[in-house]
């Protein structure tokens, strides 16, 4: 599971994983509510947890995309008890980051939704599950290709951000641009929202759950691709 520099042989191996990934979430969800909607901001918050993170844990911030790791590298018994420490390190790290933005920032705190809540259900989801799609796929070249965050850790996490912002670019307007499964849920702990938005973010939650079984389908041809190996 991409424990970079820490061996999970040991115990220790296991605590260091989930201090970095608690660390590197925080960050990127302080960046998101500190940027108010500026993507330049968002972008350097994920820069500056990769940059502290990256070649320890390999950057996850996201179930997601540790469920895709897992399923990509095919090596389930071994890795089942590592997943478990991305799993809750990501979200002890979310709620940590919204803590922290809400002592700060307060009610202020991001909002992700589209500009126009009236969009039908159908079409937030569609548009959600492409693009994260698109941007999980993106990453998972970053981590397995020639171009690793391990060995090329800045052009690697640059490779990682582009693929990021074209997908929020494309996609911020229509549905907030949220492409993650934590972010959603620890707005709606922290505000009362208004019901519309509520009915929103189920949309939103329910494309999430579908990218990662989604994913589930595509992992045994990414990890036998070539390009991967």
């Known amino acids: 599971m991409e424990t970079g520099n ?3 042989e040991k115990t220790s191996g296991y605590w ?3 201090l970095y990934e608690i660390i590197g979430t925080a960050l990127l ?7 108010q909607g500026n993507n330049n901001i968002v972008l350097a918050g994920i820069y500056a947890a990769c940059m502290v993170t990256c070649r320890q844990t390999g950057a996850h911030f996201n179930m997601g995309l540790s469920l895709a790791v897992y399923i990509v590298e095919d090596k389930f018994k071994e890795q089942w008890i590592c997943l478990i420490v991305y799993t809750i390190a990501e979200l002890i790290g979310g709620f940590m980051g919204m803590w922290i933005s809400y002592l700060f920032l307060g ?3 991001a909002f992700i939704k589209p500009d126009n809540l009236n969009y039908s259900g159908f079409y937030v989801y569609f548009m959600e599950t492409f693009f994260t799609f698109i941007m999980m796929l993106n990453i998972l070249f970053g981590k397995h290709a020639r171009l690793s965050l391990f060995s090329d850790t800045v052009p690697g ?3 990682s951000l582009f693929g ?3 997908c929020m670019g494309c996609i911020g307007p229509y549905t907030g ?3 993650a499964a934590l972010y959603v849920k620890y707005v709606a702990l922290k505000v009362q929202m208004h019901a519309e938005t509520q009915k929103y973010q189920f949309r939103s939650q329910v494309s999430r759950i579908f990218d990662k079984n989604f994913l589930i389908g595509i992992g045994s041809i990414v990890s036998s691709d070539p390009f991967f190996v």
Do not use: D, R
């Open 16 to 18: 260091l994983v989930f």
């Open 6 to 8: 820490f061996s999970i």
């Open 29 to 35: 969800f302080i960046g998101i509510n500190f940027s």
């Open 164 to 166: 990021i912002n074209f």
């Open 177 to 179: 641009s949220v492409l």
């Open 157 to 159: 996490v640059f490779g």
């Open 107 to 109: 009610n202020k705190i």
